[in-house]
């Protein structure tokens, strides 16, 4: 940790100062869905604030605010039209693929890392192997942090006769629920329903192998056998159990159906502790009490993450200031305090890199995040989201759009997967 704190204080001291003394401070404008209601923003934007004050005078980024739905493909826009910003963050693989990686449109970290080993040291490897390319040229860098996905229940609406990760399915927790409901959503990207959904498909035999192979070399038939059982079940959880304000609901309308007492369940990531915590009551309502929720994994000890596809890169369209600044503020990302403020707000673990004794002390603080974490054991099944394993048009819009037949039975489950399976094949043809 010392080598790294070395290097990010070099960096905070010699990039800056590229070109002069008395250069005019570098602008980055990088457009970005961590804004406005987006629970990502919670953390970045501060982070963006902390980084813009340590290199007051030499680099200054401005967040341009973008719908996560519109993100992906707005970046595939802006790079035919050779307007790329200088930082992204992961993008369309499809384009990424076929057009950015084959014409070299991107800052290749490999050289970088092996001048700075104390950042390649702490990476997780499944990433760096993913980023690798056959030439040996490194594309993006993800943070050396993990966050498996599970659930939050309200342990003062429902009282589980165990914990979620010991139950056998959805089925056994679903008998449970009585008359309480959970907080679907079809708008966005659906993402607390796709989170279900990739639990339910990872549960099943060869459904953790199916996603694990497929971050890549993406689904395009979803007419196969555990994709089908997995929407079949997903259907009748979303007619039997889907909060009254699923249809058209967006991330803020979910999370507010479970902190409302209208849901008693919630799929979401670590990053949702905060808005348990005491001081942001003010998303409380209808008597809900953050100190009553529980963390877990899914029915059948399933957890989502995913540690490999494209993350942070830097265009090579860039100037080479602004190309430094990029590199610059994903360093400061990397950064010992900066991913132990991370994994402090967000949950997660950096398993290669060593912690600080204030960090562990804080960490235990925070019961909740501590049981979320630490519900991931040796037997749980770790896989990728199903929406990091489909083209980003499905995942982020066409999957929501279907999802409102698929709740009032005007489309069966083997309908569903033919049109996302029409859907996909379309895609293969742009």
Sequence with gaps: MKKLVALFLFLALTLGMVGGVFAEVVELKI????TGENVGAVFFMPQVERFNKMYEGKYHITIEELTQDMYAEKMKQLG???????????????????AVIPNNMFFDW???????????DILLEDSLAFNTMADGKVFSILLPVTRPMGMYYNGDMVQFSKVPGEMANWDELAAELGDNKMAFMTGENAWTTMLVYSSLIAAQEGGAELLRNSVRDKVVDFNQPIILKATEKLQELLQKYASANTVGAVYADAANAFMSKNAAVIANGSWMVGDFQAENNDKWSNG???????????????ALANNSGYSWWVPSTVSKEEQEAAIAF???????????A????????????????????????NA????????????????????????????????????????????????FCTELSNKAAETLMD
């Design 31 to 34: 457009p970005h869905y961590k």
């Design 80 to 98: 035919q039209q050779k307007k790329l910003p200088a930082i992204i963050e992961g993008g369309e693989m499809e384009w990424i693929e076929r």
């Design 110 to 120: 490999a050289p970088y890392l092996e001048e700075h080993p104390e950042l390649k």
């Design 288 to 302: 809900f009490d953050g100190k009553t929720v529980r963390g877990a994994v899914f029915p059948g000890n399933v």
């Design 330 to 340: 994903i360093t400061f990302m990397c950064s010992p305090e900066e991913l132990e």
């Design 342 to 365: 991370y994994m402090l707000a967000e949950g997660g673990i950096a398993p290669k890199m060593e912690t600080s004794a204030e960090y562990k002390a804080e960490a235990e603080k």
């Design 368 to 415: 909740l995040l501590y049981e979320y974490v630490n519900a991931v054991n040796s037997e749980t099944i770790l896989a990728p989201s199903f929406g990091d394993c489909i083209p980003s048009s499905i995942a982020n819009v066409e999957f929501g759009k279907l999802l409102p037949k698929l709740i009032d039975g005007s489309m069966s489950a083997e309908q």
